[in-house]
Protein backbone atom coordinates (compact mmCIF):
# COMPACT_ATOMS: atom_id res chain seq x y z
CA UNK A 1 0.00 0.00 0.00
CA UNK A 2 3.04 2.20 0.78
CA UNK A 3 4.54 1.25 -2.78
CA UNK A 4 1.55 2.78 -4.57
CA UNK A 5 0.54 4.75 -2.22
CA UNK A 6 -3.29 4.24 -1.85
CA UNK A 7 -4.26 2.02 1.46
CA UNK A 8 -4.66 2.60 5.34
CA UNK A 9 -1.92 1.65 8.39
CA UNK A 10 -2.35 1.05 11.47
CA UNK A 11 -0.76 3.83 13.58
CA UNK A 12 0.68 4.37 17.13
CA UNK A 13 2.52 7.53 18.13
CA UNK A 14 5.56 7.37 20.12
CA UNK A 15 4.77 6.23 24.05
CA UNK A 16 5.05 9.62 26.53
CA UNK A 17 7.46 9.31 29.31
CA UNK A 18 4.34 9.15 31.90
CA UNK A 19 3.04 6.45 30.57
CA UNK A 20 6.25 4.57 30.91
CA UNK A 21 7.01 5.43 34.37
CA UNK A 22 3.56 4.48 34.94
CA UNK A 23 4.17 1.10 33.72
CA UNK A 24 7.89 0.42 35.74
CA UNK A 25 5.26 1.02 38.40
CA UNK A 26 2.78 -1.82 37.51
CA UNK A 27 6.08 -4.25 37.19
CA UNK A 28 7.30 -2.96 40.73
CA UNK A 29 3.66 -3.92 42.01
CA UNK A 30 3.47 -7.16 40.64
CA UNK A 31 7.11 -8.02 41.80
CA UNK A 32 8.33 -8.17 38.27
CA UNK A 33 12.20 -7.16 37.88
CA UNK A 34 12.77 -4.26 34.97
CA UNK A 35 16.07 -3.32 34.90
CA UNK A 36 16.50 0.63 34.63
CA UNK A 37 18.38 0.32 31.72
CA UNK A 38 16.30 -2.46 30.12
CA UNK A 39 14.27 -0.35 27.03
CA UNK A 40 10.33 -1.60 26.97
CA UNK A 41 10.45 -3.81 24.01
CA UNK A 42 13.32 -5.80 25.23
CA UNK A 43 11.33 -6.13 28.70
CA UNK A 44 7.97 -6.87 27.35
CA UNK A 45 10.00 -9.90 25.09
CA UNK A 46 10.91 -11.48 28.34
CA UNK A 47 6.91 -12.04 29.70
CA UNK A 48 5.46 -14.98 29.12
CA UNK A 49 1.53 -14.93 29.28
CA UNK A 50 1.66 -18.78 31.28
CA UNK A 51 2.60 -16.93 34.37
CA UNK A 52 -0.10 -14.79 35.84
CA UNK A 53 1.81 -12.13 37.29
CA UNK A 54 3.58 -11.64 33.96
CA UNK A 55 0.39 -11.98 31.79
CA UNK A 56 -1.32 -8.83 34.16
CA UNK A 57 2.03 -7.02 32.71
CA UNK A 58 1.20 -8.04 29.09
CA UNK A 59 -2.25 -6.32 29.81
CA UNK A 60 -1.06 -3.65 31.72
CA UNK A 61 1.56 -2.97 28.48
CA UNK A 62 -1.36 -2.12 26.39
CA UNK A 63 -1.61 1.31 28.24
CA UNK A 64 1.65 2.04 25.21
CA UNK A 65 -1.52 1.90 22.38
CA UNK A 66 -3.23 4.44 23.49
CA UNK A 67 -3.75 6.73 20.28
CA UNK A 68 -3.38 3.81 17.87
CA UNK A 69 -5.39 4.71 15.10
CA UNK A 70 -5.71 4.77 10.99
CA UNK A 71 -4.57 6.40 8.78
CA UNK A 72 -6.39 6.47 5.28
CA UNK A 73 -4.06 7.77 2.33
CA UNK A 74 -4.60 8.28 -1.67
CA UNK A 75 -1.97 10.08 -4.13
CA UNK A 76 1.25 9.88 -1.57
CA UNK A 77 2.35 8.90 1.71
CA UNK A 78 1.19 10.83 5.06
CA UNK A 79 4.24 11.64 7.61
CA UNK A 80 2.06 10.32 10.30
CA UNK A 81 2.12 6.94 9.35
CA UNK A 82 4.13 5.31 11.54
CA UNK A 83 3.58 2.30 14.17
CA UNK A 84 5.76 2.91 17.72
CA UNK A 85 4.80 0.42 18.93
CA UNK A 86 6.25 -2.01 16.62
CA UNK A 87 8.85 0.23 15.33
CA UNK A 88 7.80 -0.04 11.35
CA UNK A 89 5.07 0.41 9.35
CA UNK A 90 1.78 -1.90 9.93
CA UNK A 91 -1.54 -2.77 8.60
CA UNK A 92 -4.51 -4.78 9.31
CA UNK A 93 -5.34 -7.28 6.78
CA UNK A 94 -6.25 -10.48 8.24
CA UNK A 95 -9.48 -10.36 9.53
CA UNK A 96 -12.03 -9.08 7.35
CA UNK A 97 -14.94 -10.99 9.11
CA UNK A 98 -13.49 -9.39 12.64
CA UNK A 99 -12.50 -5.96 11.69
CA UNK A 100 -13.84 -4.13 8.83
CA UNK A 101 -11.01 -2.10 7.61
CA UNK A 102 -9.48 -5.23 6.50
CA UNK A 103 -12.15 -6.33 4.21
CA UNK A 104 -10.64 -2.49 2.26
CA UNK A 105 -7.04 -3.38 2.99
CA UNK A 106 -7.20 -6.50 1.44
CA UNK A 107 -9.19 -5.59 -2.23
CA UNK A 108 -6.64 -3.08 -2.32
CA UNK A 109 -3.24 -5.27 -1.93
CA UNK A 110 -5.20 -7.76 -4.28
CA UNK A 111 -5.58 -4.49 -6.59
CA UNK A 112 -1.85 -3.55 -6.69
CA UNK A 113 -0.14 -7.26 -6.69
CA UNK A 114 -2.34 -7.75 -9.57
CA UNK A 115 -1.78 -4.17 -10.95
CA UNK A 116 -4.92 -3.05 -11.53
CA UNK A 117 -7.12 -0.07 -10.07
CA UNK A 118 -8.49 -0.03 -6.64
CA UNK A 119 -12.20 -0.73 -6.79
CA UNK A 120 -14.01 2.74 -6.99
CA UNK A 121 -15.95 1.42 -3.75
CA UNK A 122 -12.67 0.89 -1.98
CA UNK A 123 -11.62 4.70 -2.99
CA UNK A 124 -14.66 5.79 -2.07
CA UNK A 125 -14.85 4.63 1.78
CA UNK A 126 -11.06 5.06 2.78
CA UNK A 127 -11.63 8.71 4.06
CA UNK A 128 -14.01 7.88 6.84
CA UNK A 129 -12.50 4.34 7.81
CA UNK A 130 -10.46 5.45 10.54
CA UNK A 131 -13.66 7.66 12.05
CA UNK A 132 -15.51 3.90 11.87
CA UNK A 133 -12.75 1.97 13.25
CA UNK A 134 -12.28 4.37 16.15
CA UNK A 135 -16.13 4.26 17.08
CA UNK A 136 -15.89 0.45 16.78
CA UNK A 137 -12.57 0.54 19.00
CA UNK A 138 -13.98 2.50 21.70
CA UNK A 139 -17.09 -0.03 22.03
CA UNK A 140 -14.92 -2.89 22.07
CA UNK A 141 -12.55 -1.29 24.69
CA UNK A 142 -15.14 -0.50 27.00
CA UNK A 143 -16.53 -4.11 26.75
CA UNK A 144 -13.24 -5.85 27.38
CA UNK A 145 -12.66 -3.07 30.40
CA UNK A 146 -15.80 -4.07 32.06
CA UNK A 147 -14.86 -8.04 31.64
CA UNK A 148 -12.05 -7.42 33.72
CA UNK A 149 -13.61 -5.12 36.01
CA UNK A 150 -16.15 -8.05 36.63
CA UNK A 151 -13.61 -10.20 37.23
CA UNK A 152 -11.34 -8.33 39.79
CA UNK A 153 -14.58 -8.34 41.84
CA UNK A 154 -15.58 -11.71 41.77
CA UNK A 155 -11.86 -12.05 43.08
CA UNK A 156 -12.06 -9.80 45.82
CA UNK A 157 -16.18 -10.01 46.72
CA UNK A 158 -15.44 -12.43 49.39
CA UNK A 159 -12.53 -10.16 51.14
CA UNK A 160 -14.13 -6.79 51.67
CA UNK A 161 -12.23 -5.23 54.82
CA UNK A 162 -9.09 -7.08 54.38
CA UNK A 163 -5.82 -5.64 53.83
CA UNK A 164 -2.87 -5.84 51.04
CA UNK A 165 -0.07 -4.84 50.56
CA UNK A 166 -0.15 -3.07 47.24
CA UNK A 167 1.95 -0.27 44.96
CA UNK A 168 0.32 3.26 43.88
CA UNK A 169 0.94 3.44 39.82
CA UNK A 170 -1.14 6.12 39.11
CA UNK A 171 -2.14 9.84 40.82
CA UNK A 172 -4.42 12.37 40.64
CA UNK A 173 -3.49 15.79 40.95
CA UNK A 174 -4.15 16.81 44.56
CA UNK A 175 -2.46 12.93 45.76
CA UNK A 176 -5.43 11.92 47.75
CA UNK A 177 -7.10 9.57 45.14
CA UNK A 178 -4.96 7.14 42.89
CA UNK A 179 -4.95 3.73 41.67
CA UNK A 180 -3.26 0.78 43.84
CA UNK A 181 -1.98 -2.39 41.94
CA UNK A 182 -2.11 -5.63 44.59
CA UNK A 183 0.11 -8.66 43.59
CA UNK A 184 -1.93 -11.59 44.35
CA UNK A 185 -4.44 -11.81 42.83
CA UNK A 186 -3.47 -9.07 40.26
CA UNK A 187 -5.50 -6.33 40.58
CA UNK A 188 -5.91 -3.04 40.46
CA UNK A 189 -8.22 -0.83 42.19
CA UNK A 190 -9.26 3.06 43.19
CA UNK A 191 -7.12 4.38 46.28
CA UNK A 192 -8.05 6.79 48.75
CA UNK A 193 -5.58 8.28 50.98
CA UNK A 194 -3.43 11.14 52.45
CA UNK A 195 -0.65 12.48 50.67
CA UNK A 196 0.02 9.20 48.23
CA UNK A 197 3.06 9.00 46.52
CA UNK A 198 3.32 7.26 43.20
CA UNK A 199 5.68 4.34 43.13
CA UNK A 200 5.19 3.72 47.08
CA UNK A 201 4.29 0.19 48.59
CA UNK A 202 1.71 0.85 51.07
CA UNK A 203 -0.53 -1.31 53.35
CA UNK A 204 -4.24 -0.77 51.96
CA UNK A 205 -7.70 -1.73 52.93
CA UNK A 206 -10.46 -3.19 50.43
CA UNK A 207 -13.55 -1.06 51.22
CA UNK A 208 -16.22 -2.11 48.16
CA UNK A 209 -16.03 -4.63 45.44
CA UNK A 210 -19.23 -3.41 44.15
CA UNK A 211 -20.64 -5.64 41.39
CA UNK A 212 -23.49 -3.38 40.43
CA UNK A 213 -20.77 -0.21 39.46
CA UNK A 214 -17.75 -2.91 38.18
CA UNK A 215 -15.45 -1.90 40.67
CA UNK A 216 -13.26 -2.29 43.66
CA UNK A 217 -11.93 0.41 45.75
CA UNK A 218 -9.43 0.42 48.39
CA UNK A 219 -8.65 2.94 51.35
CA UNK A 220 -4.81 3.28 52.72
CA UNK A 221 -5.22 0.92 55.87
CA UNK A 222 -5.13 2.56 59.65
CA UNK A 223 -3.65 1.45 62.81
CA UNK A 224 -1.73 -2.21 63.19
CA UNK A 225 -3.54 -3.90 60.68
CA UNK A 226 -1.50 -6.42 58.86
CA UNK A 227 -1.09 -7.19 55.13
CA UNK A 228 -2.31 -10.44 54.34
Not at 1 to 30: C, E, F, H, N, W
Not at 80 to 96: C, G, I, M, N, Q
Not at 114 to 128: E, T
Not at 139 to 148: L, N, P, Q, S, V
Amino acid sequence: MLYGQVGILRTVPPADSYSLRRLRQVAKALRIVWPPEMDYANFVRMLSPTRPNQAAMLNASTLLFRGAGYRSFSGGIPEDVDHAALASDYAHTTAPLRRLVDRYSGEICVALCADQPVPAWVSRALDGLPEQMAAAERRAKKYERAIIDLLEVYLLADKVGQTFTGTVIDLDRNKQHGTVMISEPAVEGRVTGDRLRLGEEVSVRLASANYDVGAVAFEVARGDQRPI
